[in-house]
């Protein structure tokens, strides 16, 4: 299913007054809001190819009707999105669950529908069916050679997949690490994993970036072998310049103050990407905003103040990518909610006063400093984000016209009920 532009505008048509009623409300007093659209025009956030199917817990999983039954299929579904809100222009692929099997057509496909290649994955936390050796007790920190061999190995055909489709990076998460006291030598761990990873970098193309994703617990629950930040941080430096750490929002132990975390590794030069995600307990992997969306903000803040303290380009200076799970949802809709849950902490980031701010804390003025954290935050801001989605001609109220036009049950048509997409 393609959505048509006369779609989008007989969409936007019908809410073409209101919406105005309301950007100009707010442009009357936010002086830099054409600044701040256009920097929402030009943000992008990469979908992963595992997200547009029904996820699980588990427990169990209810898959859903209508999901994609092929990459080819997956790529369609994020067109729809990219059409829909203009945000989504990326995909980010897990390997070996999306394999190109026709690199050329697909990446023919994704040109067609303005679709990116963001952040290849690598996969070491399964077993694939015929796969010489097990994960069951790491890949990269394996005590034995050989599994560590073959997980090095992995990742250099991750590379070589990447490569084909035009992507610049690769995403190591490693499940690593150990459930018991005395499973593992801390140290051997460590070096065993360092090495495979100084591997896979010498295999990295000259313009690409090694991201190197940390995570506090699950599936090992004693000790995880890349399991926060200082570890991350650590290999990425131990490794060199192309190496950085991502942040994936749900891999943190309860109340982390990530946004700190954010803040010190962009002074470091060592923030590399991101992966969108809410949560209440752990990795919950809940559409982004929908739990703690001040946290959000507040990491926004951070990303703002610290890309622009190192002049970096806010759309790619950093890989964004949503890494969630849509158990109870439709994909597409949960999707759709993230991206826009994005859009507004980032608007509202761009509304903070970094100058009051500073003079806040200059004056150690507490009161006035969270002030206007909140007058950012209290701000709504959607007509903002809709004004950017209009003037790059995607839909003033994605989620609204996806049900109009009653996208899942065109694709329910075209793909039946009994499918079942590759992924978590
Ligand atoms: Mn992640």
Not at 380 to 387: Q, T, Y
């Amino acid at each position: 299913m393609k959505l048509e532009k006369y779609q989008i505008e007989e969409h936007n048509h019908a809410h073409r007054s209101t919406h105005q009623q309301r950007i100009d409300y707010v442009r009357s007093w936010v002086s830099n809001s054409d600044h701040i659209i256009e920097k929402l025009i030009e943000f992008q956030i990469a979908i992963p190819s595992w997200a547009l199917g029904t996820g699980g817990t588990r427990f169990g999983r209810f898959a859903g009707a209508g999901e994609p039954r092929s990459l080819e299929e997956k790529i369609e579904d994020i067109g729809l999105l990219h059409s829909l809100n203009k945000s989504s222009g990326a995909v980010s692929l897990h390997i070996p669950w999306d394999i190109p099997k026709n690199p050329k057509a697909i990446k023919a496909l994704a040109a067609q529908l303005d679709i990116k290649f963001d952040a290849v994955n690598s996969n070491t936390f399964q077993d694939q069916k015929g796969q010489q050796h097990s994960y069951k007790f790491g890949s990269l920190q394996h005590v034995d050679k050989t599994t560590r061999d073959q997980a090095i190995e992995h990742n250099l055909e991750v590379i070589h997949y990447g490569k084909e489709l035009g992507s610049s990076s690769i995403t190591v998460w490693l499940s690593d690490g150990s459930s018991f006291p005395g499973q593992l030598n801390f140290r051997k761990a460590f070096e065993n994993t360092l090495d495979g990873l100084q591997k896979i970098y010498g295999a990295l193309p000259d313009d690409w970036k090694m991201f190197v994703e940390y995570k506090a617990f699950e599936p090992n629950f004693y000790s995880m072998t890349v399991g926060d930040w200082g570890q991350s941080l650590l290999y990425a430096s131990k490794l060199g310049p192309k190496a950085y750490t991502l942040v994936d929002l749900g891999h943190h132990l309860p109340n982390a103050n990530i946004e700190q975390i954010v803040s010190l590794l962009l002074m470091e030069g060592k923030l590399g990407g991101f992966h969108f995600n809410d949560s209440k307990y752990g990795d919950d992997d809940l559409t982004v905003g929908s739990i703690n969306p001040y946290q959000l903000f507040l990491i926004f803040n951070e990303l703002v103040e610290g890309m622009d303290a190192r002049h970096m380009n806010h759309a790619t200076g950093l890989g964004w990518m949503i890494d969630a799970s849509h158990n109870v949802k439709d994909p597409l809709e949960d999707l759709l909610q993230s991206v826009e849950a994005i859009m507004i902490a980032y608007a509202q980031a761009l509304l903070i006063d970094q100058k009051a701010l500073e003079y806040a804390r200059q004056k150690n003025d507490v009161a006035l400093a969270q002030e206007i954290l909140q007058v950012a935050y209290r701000t709504d801001v959607r007509p903002l984000v809709a004004e950017a989605r209009l003037r790059s001609g995607a839909a003033l109220q994605p989620l609204e016209l996806f049900r109009t036009l009653k996208v899942r049950e065109h694709l329910i048509k075209e793909r039946g009920t009994q499918t079942v997409a590759t992924g978590l």
